[in-house]
């Protein structure tokens, strides 16, 4: 089957670093992209892995291992805007399907 | 450009309507992807366009869905006999580029009653 596991709630204080883990199934891989959505709000696109390694955007850091299916988002200098979800997919099928994990729910305290 | 832009916003609906939402993407995107989204849930993949073609449709999605993207422009999302299992948040996304990002639209929430 294909399926996509990260954790439903992470609780951080303003300033910390916090990781969202993602692991995945699936029957191709077409890279490994996260996404952010404030409620009532569309997803929108913070990183992308096609190949294994870090990369790096502003205080966000997404990492892949596809030897291991696994990748991860890293939040650093949290701020209390960061309160959202966060998902990660997987592309699959040549790229053609996307497939979204249930969402890490992040809640960012003072 | 404007980003994605999806109409209605809002749909309510008696059970065994059909129903038709559009979705405008970002003018210079050939790839086109329609998703479903359940509260507490993440998008739900239901079909994929290249230019035109329809290259991959769900196989959770019924034949009451059926979706169209005429000229490689705009798309339509079409349900037919409206279920209440239908209500959810019908959200449209483009991208320029296989993999990698897509940009959302705001999305068309369904309201079967």
């Known amino acids: 089957g294909q399926s996509l596991e990260q954790p439903s709630e992470v609780t951080a204080v303003e300033g910390a670093i916090v990781q969202i883990n993602c692991t995945y199934q699936?029957?191709?891989?077409?890279?490994l992209s996260w996404y952010q959505q404030h409620d009532g709000g569309a997803p929108t696109f913070l990183s992308y892995?096609?190949?294994?390694g870090l990369e790096e955007t502003g205080r966000f850091s997404s990492f892949l291992s596809r030897s291991d299916s696994y990748g991860y988002l890293l939040l650093q200098e949290l701020q209390m805007k960061d309160s959202a979800s966060y998902f990660c997919?997987?592309?699959?099928?040549?790229?053609?399907?996307?497939?979204f994990g249930a969402g890490t729910r992040l809640f960012v305290k003072a | 450009d404007t980003g994605v832009s999806q109409d209605p916003r809002h749909k309510i609906t008696k059970r065994g309507q059909n129903v038709t939402f559009r979705c405008d993407p970002i003018?210079?995107?050939?790839?086109l992807y329609w998703y479903r989204q359940t509260l507490g849930q993440g998008p739900e993949f239901l079909t994929y366009?290249?230019?035109?073609?329809?290259?991959?449709k769900s196989r959770l999605l019924s034949d009451r869905f059926s979706a169209e993207r005429p000229k490689g422009s705009f798309s339509t999302l079409e349900i037919q006999r409206t279920e209440q299992g239908d209500s959810a948040m019908y959200l449209c996304a483009s991208s320029a580029r296989q993999g990698g990002e897509q940009y959302f639209g705001p999305g068309t929430r369904l309201t079967v009653t």
């Open positions: 366009f290249q230019n035109e073609a329809q290259l991959e």
């Open positions: 699936t029957s191709g891989f077409y890279g």
């Open positions: 003018s210079e995107h050939n790839r």
């Open positions: 892995n096609a190949l294994d």
């Open positions: 997919a997987v592309g699959d099928t040549g790229g053609f399907k996307t497939i």
